[in-house]
């Protein structure tokens, strides 16, 4: 009867304990993560892994994007999404382009798409098109006096701008977001340019 006792007193104790808050590190994790911000870009559509300037069937880029808030609603507070873009001479992304003058030629801003020219798709997100003519990139180049190497390597950096100012690119964005099966959002596509 003892022993009876003694396992009913240790379950009480043990039941007790195991209702308290605990302060293990994953809680305190999830009590801080903010799950009312974030948003997502995602591009419907594949790029095209090569464009070429002369070529009629591949010297542009048609896709379309649409953007999703983190907490879930259908209309996400967004001001804006930017394009950049970069040109390397490595597909790995270290090797950035130069100016005929030997200057290191940074990201360049090609195009910003406000949050007005959104339609609401049939899956209830605001999606837009994406069109890029390879000539017009070319010009871009030219006018900052560099002559893309053939092959060059494009980078094309999305950043969305909210209403209250916060941007989300591919700085701040985890690899769930990035790389994941689900959202696959990495904000940054890669496309071979041949400039000829």
């Known amino acids: 009867m003892k022993s009876i006792l003694k396992i009913f007193v ?3 104790a043990l039941s007790l304990t195991g ?3 605990s302060d293990a590190l994953i809680n305190q994790v999830l009590d801080t993560v903010d799950t009312e911000s974030g948003a997502i870009l995602r591009t419907i559509g594949d790029l095209p892994d090569l464009v070429t300037v002369t070529n009629e069937s591949n010297n542009f880029i048609n896709f379309q994007i649409e953007v999703q808030q983190g907490d879930g609603s259908f209309v996400p507070d967004f001001s804006e ?3 950049y873009i970069g040109m ?3 597909q790995d992304l ?3 382009l130069l100016t005929d003058n030997g200057d290191e030629i940074g990201e360049l801003f090609l195009n910003t798409y406000d949050a007005s ?3 609401i798709s049939a899956n209830g997100l605001p999606r837009t098109d994406v069109n890029l003519i390879t000539q017009d990139i070319l010009d871009l180049y030219v006018a900052q006096e560099s002559t893309p190497a053939v092959p060059s390597f494009m980078a094309l950096r999305f950043e969305i701008v909210m ?5 989300f690119s591919t700085e701040n964005v985890g690899a769930t977001i990035s790389g994941g099966i689900y959202f696959n959002s990495p904000f940054l596509f890669k496309v071979i340019f041949l400039p000829v």
Do not use: A, K, Q, R
């Not at 209403?163 to 941007?167: M, N, P």
């Open 10 to 12: 240790l379950g009480i």
């Open 19 to 21: 209702c308290s808050e």
């Open 81 to 83: 999404v930017n394009l």
């Open 88 to 90: 390397y001479n490595d």
């Open 94 to 96: 270290l090797d950035p």
């Open 117 to 119: 020219e959104f339609v």
């Open 163 to 167: 209403s209250d100012g916060t941007v």
